[in-house]
C-alpha cells in the first residue's frame, strides 16, 4: 500500500522559507508518476502548489512559481517543498500526494503549517 | 477565487441523492479529465472518481461521476451519515503556454 507523510515545522516566521519533506512508502518514485504539493488553507479550498518527476522535470502554481522549489531524492525515496517569503496568507494544511493522469490517488494525512512572529 | 465553479452546500436526508456540479470552461474541464475527491473531517482526501466517470477500487457504485461540456456532477446515491464531508473536483487548466492544476471552490455535503 502506497503511503506518504509530510513532516517539517509547524511554526515558520513570515519573510522565512517553509520546507517541507514527504517520505514516499509502498511505492518507489523512481518507478514514475509525478508526484506534488497541495495546500488547504483555513477554511478555504484546495489549491495545487506544484509537482516533480523523479528525473527532476518540476511544474508549478504560476500564482505561487516565484516562491515555490521542489526537489526530489530518489536515494531516500522522498521529495521536498521549499516556499520563501511566507506571509499569513501561506498557512495552510499542506499535503502531499501522487498523480495519476488528471487525478490524485494517494495524499498524505498533511502538516498544518503556520506563519506567525 | 476558484476557476472551478461547486455550490457551497447540498444537503438531503439519509438513503437520497445529492448532486454536486462542477462549472468550468473551455481552458480547464472543456478540454481535460475531471476527477473528484472527498475529504472527511480531519483526514487525507480520497479519489473519488476520475477521467470523469471512473471509480477507483473500493470506491462503491453509490458514487458516479459524469462531463459535458464544460461542467462536471458528481452524484451520490443512497445517502450515509459517514458522507457527509467536502468534496472537491479537480482538473488541469490551460492559459496560452502555462498549465496547472486546478481544484473546485468545494462542496459541504450534509446529511439530515
Known amino acids: 500500500q502506497v503511503q506518504l507523510k509530510e513532516s517539517g515545522p509547524g511554526l515558520v516566521k513570515p519573510s522565512e522559507t517553509l520546507s517541507l519533506t514527504c517520505a514516499v512508502s509502498g511505492y518507489s518514485i523512481s518507478s514514475g508518476y509525478y508526484w506534488g504539493w497541495i495546500r488547504q488553507p483555513p477554511g478555504k479550498g484546495l489549491e495545487w502548489i506544484g509537482s516533480?518527476?523523479?528525473?527532476?522535470?518540476?511544474y508549478y502554481n504560476p500564482s505561487l512559481k516565484s516562491r515555490v522549489t521542489l526537489s526530489v531524492d530518489t536515494s531516500k525515496n522522498q521529495f521536498s517543498l521549499s516556499l520563501s517569503s511566507v506571509t499569513a496568507a501561506d498557512t495552510a494544511l499542506y499535503s502531499c500526494?501522487?498523480?495519476?493522469?488528471?487525478?490524485?490517488?494517494?495524499w498524505g494525512q498533511g502538516a498544518l503549517v503556520t506563519v506567525s512572529s | 477565487q476558484s476557476v472551478l465553479t461547486q455550490p457551497p452546500s447540498v444537503s438531503a436526508a439519509p438513503g437520497q441523492k445529492v448532486t454536486i456540479s462542477c462549472s468550468g470552461s473551455?481552458?480547464?474541464?472543456?478540454?481535460?479529465?475531471v476527477s473528484w475527491y472527498q475529504r472527511l473531517p480531519g483526514a487525507a482526501p480520497k479519489l473519488l472518481i476520475y477521467?470523469?466517470?471512473k471509480r477507483p477500487s473500493g470506491i462503491p457504485d453509490r458514487f458516479s461521476g459524469s462531463k459535458s461540456g464544460t461542467s462536471a456532477t458528481l452524484g451520490i446515491t443512497g445517502l450515509q451519515t459517514g458522507d457527509e464531508a467536502e468534496y472537491y473536483c479537480?482538473?488541469?487548466?490551460?492559459?496560452?503556454?502555462?498549465?496547472?492544476?486546478?481544484f473546485g471552490s468545494g462542496t459541504k455535503v450534509t446529511v439530515l
Open positions: 473551455s481552458s480547464n474541464i472543456g478540454d481535460n479529465y
Open positions: 516533480i518527476y523523479y528525473s527532476g522535470t518540476k
Open positions: 500526494a501522487r498523480r495519476v493522469g488528471a487525478a490524485w490517488d494517494y
Open positions: 477521467e470523469n466517470d
Open positions: 479537480g482538473t488541469w487548466n490551460t492559459i496560452l503556454n502555462d498549465f496547472f492544476y486546478v
